[in-house]
């Protein structure tokens, strides 16, 4: 994919040769191709020899009425029998009208690409597969057509020809001739689909590399439980403060206030995850990482209409990726406040107990969490960091930054106090915040 992109950023001939190809290529049914080498085609029924008989029988009809026009009083019958055919061959024909016409396309666009010299060394193989679907032009042709009326049905000049293939059983003849040939070449028909996917893949990516602030590739390792980047940012927000972090080993513990970036962070982390495996393409200056699994328990709610609340739902959703950790593969667990829905004690117990049995193996956890009770507990086996905010007179402030360390500073009853709690209130809350952090000092 890399020697794609390379090309098209070296030749803006072949960057503006594919730009207009593949938009003629914007129609849905494209999706639909895919069906002409994946799905079982429509039989040829056992009674398709009566069709042949028929359509003989109706040309030397027409022939012979040219000696004998009384032979012209044989039509009616057939006729009437054909069009019954005919339209029953309708609805076998409407499934490929989107299909056909669109492979017919797909292989005119790979004939146009395969003549730029840049592309040429990179896929040798590609003319062949394209002659063999080019020879069903001719055939495909009526499909292009059927297509047509389906869009103009009513106007009186295509009735004629609906007659004439009526009359002699065209339609049926050349679709079952081409769901044949179609089936006979799949392998070639896959070929230039995964031809014209490359070229249209390498050319999303260089377009999204040019509108980005800056990239990298990544550095995939094996089997190491490590993860190194260097500002790596989130693409989807404007501004984005980019972070760094390097792990060898251990996993990552995020505390830190609501708004101060942590599940941003996390996400962040599993975009790039996944984009490194998927695009070849990291929004950071640097990124090393294994291959990973990723999973994801950041987004839960619960399911009123199966009758499960929001706890209940989490439980199935960690059960899963408790199952899921104890596979062979490496994995990626982004998790975002476990447990909420139940009391503090139970809450951090259990929340330890899940982390330490996800960090296992070659395994990498993040999580994020408000329990400052974790970090002490798991801070031999995590990396712990944090995110904070600066209050500044009526103002509280986010730099976004991911810091090393435990959380030590707490302003949540601050900034009730900048948002006109109650004095009563926020004094309370004070006094037994101080009261509640004593006792578990001790």
């Not at 085609?41 to 009674?47: E, T």
């Not at 055919?85 to 292989?107: C, F, T």
């Amino acid at each position: 994919m890399e020697k794609i992109i390379h090309l098209i950023d070296e030749h803006a001939n072949l960057r503006m040769t594919l730009l207009d190809q593949l938009a003629s290529l914007s129609n849905t049914n494209v999706y639909a191709i895919t069906s002409l080498f994946l799905k079982k085609h429509n039989p040829k029924p056992g009674w398709f020899w009566l069709v042949k008989g028929l359509a003989i029988a109706s040309v030397s009809s027409v022939l012979l009425a040219f000696i004998f026009p009384q032979t012209l009083l044989l039509l009616l019958p057939l006729l009437a029998v054909n069009f019954w055919i005919h339209y029953w061959n309708k609805n076998n024909l409407y499934q490929y009208a989107g299909s056909i016409p669109q492979l017919a396309r797909m292989n005119q666009v790979a004939k146009q690409l395969r003549q730029h010299q840049a592309l040429e060394s990179l896929f040798p193989t590609i003319t062949p597969s394209i002659e063999a679907i080019e020879r069903l032009g001719p055939q495909m042709s009526l499909f292009k057509l059927e297509a047509k009326l389906q869009s103009e049905v009513g106007l009186v000049a295509e009735y004629a020809l609906e007659l004439i293939k009526a009359l002699f059983l065209i339609e049926p003849l050349i679709f079952y001739n081409v769901l044949e040939e179609i089936s006979r070449k799949r392998s070639q028909i896959e070929s230039v689909y995964q031809y014209i996917g490359e070229l249209d893949v390498a050319m999303s990516i260089y377009l999204l590399r040019e509108d980005l602030p800056f990239f990298c590739l990544p550095t995939l390792l094996v089997d190491q439980k490590q993860l190194l980047t260097r500002d790596a940012y989130h693409p989807l927000i404007d501004r984005a403060v980019p972070n760094s972090i390097d792990l060898l080993g251990k996993s990552v513990l995020l505390s830190g206030s609501n708004m101060s970036g942590k599940t941003t962070f996390i996400r962040t982390m599993g975009i790039n995850a996944i984009l490194a495996q998927t695009l070849n393409t990291c929004f950071a200056r640097q990124w090393r990482m294994p291959k990973l699994k990723i999973h994801s328990a950041i987004r839960i709610s619960d399911d009123l209409l199966s009758a499960k609340s929001y706890y209940f739902e989490e439980v199935l959703t960690i059960r899963n990726l408790l199952e899921e950790s104890q596979s062979n593969d490496c994995h990626l667990f982004l998790l975002d406040e476990l447990f909420k829905g139940t009391n503090t004690v139970e809450r951090v117990a259990s929340g330890k107990a899940v982390l330490s049995y996800l960090n296992q193996q070659s395994n990498l956890v993040f999580v994020a969490t408000h329990d400052l009770e974790l970090t002490e507990l798991l801070k031999d086996s995590f990396c712990l960091f944090h995110f904070t905010e600066i209050v500044q007179q009526d103002k509280v402030l986010f730099d976004y930054k991911l810091k090393g360390g435990p959380l030590r500073n707490t302003n949540a009853i601050r900034i009730l106090e900048l948002n006109n709690y109650p004095e009563e209130v926020t004094q309370e809350a004070a006094q037994l915040a101080s009261r509640m952090t004593r006792m578990n000092d001790s």
